[in-house]
């Protein structure tokens, strides 16, 4: 009986990968979707023997099928809240309570990855259709060639190298918005930065500034002055329109000035201050 057993769950398992186990029309609601796991949910978990090997198969096919749809969702409507449960458990860590049943029958067919995990095959499939169906390395020159480095008289901080790096990047992978909002960011961290270097603020007895403790007006003016302080404050007010949801869907010009400027407006700040 047991070794009966063991064959029928290496049989429905070993089926995930010869594409017997069909995985769930794309045309079906994602809501549905999320439902039909539930179910397989509560039937690995409660279901006896028999159902248990014939349900293990479906259940890794459509866990991994949800997974799929999951990755190109930014958001989801489900009403039912059991069934956005199953969604938020099988997109983060937390995993499913009959994930554990799962993974136990998926080593005995000498399994050695994770059952949830792509694989090799799959990752290449969705890579086909998420990824380089809309991007390719052509984009992605094209866009870093269209940003320049900043440029100063003597090395940047880590933390400000970082950032301009991840404008560049988001601006090179189409994300406007982000590269508009983190040109801010960098002002700022460049601002902290010319703080430190220049000891603008008085030390405390820890020897640590707490940056936290002045306002961005505090801030702007210890380090500006004159047309560069308005420049400045101009450039800042005009990012802050994406932070504060005033202002959506940048266009990539805009993304690229707003860059621009901000790299001026750097090196203007960090030439002032002697650095």
Not at 161 to 178: E, G, H, M, T
Not at 230 to 249: M, P
Request: hydrophobic letters at 40%; aromatic letters at 8%; a negative charge.
């Amino acid at each position: 009986m047991i070794w009966e057993f063991e064959q029928s769950i290496r049989r429905n398992l070993a089926d995930c990968h010869t594409g017997t186990v069909p995985l769930p029309s794309s045309e079906m609601s994602l809501q549905h979707d999320a439902m039909r796991l539930a179910e397989l949910v509560r039937a690995v978990v409660e279901g006896n023997v028999e159902e248990l090997a014939a349900s293990a198969g479906a259940y890794i096919a459509r866990r991994k099928h949800l997974q799929a749809r999951l990755l190109d969702e930014s958001a989801a409507s489900v009403a039912d809240a059991d069934v956005a449960q199953v969604l938020r458990k099988i997109s983060t860590g937390d995993g499913l309570p009959s994930d554990k049943v799962i993974e136990r029958l998926w080593a005995q067919i000498g399994e050695s990855n994770e059952f949830h995990e792509f694989d090799e095959q799959e990752i290449e499939q969705l890579g086909s259709k998420l990824f380089y169906s809309w991007f390719s390395h052509h984009e992605y020159i094209t866009g870093l060639a269209e940003l320049r480095p900043l440029i100063l008289r003597a090395p940047i901080s880590e933390s400000v190298s970082r950032l301009v790096r991840q404008v560049k990047d988001c601006y090179a992978f189409q994300q406007y918005d982000a590269a508009y909002v983190l040109c801010r960011i960098v002002i700022e961290a460049s601002i902290r930065d010319i703080c430190v270097r220049r000891q603008l603020f008085p030390d405390r007895e820890d020897n640590v500034i707490l940056f936290a403790k002045f306002n961005w007006g505090e801030l702007r003016d210890k380090v500006s002055w004159g047309p560069v302080r308005e420049r400045l404050q101009n450039l800042f007010s005009d990012l802050c329109t994406v932070i504060h949801g005033r202002k959506t869907a940048i266009a990539r010009d805009e993304a690229r000035k707003a860059f621009e400027e901000t790299l001026q407006v750097i090196e203007l700040l960090y030439a002032e201050h002697g650095l």
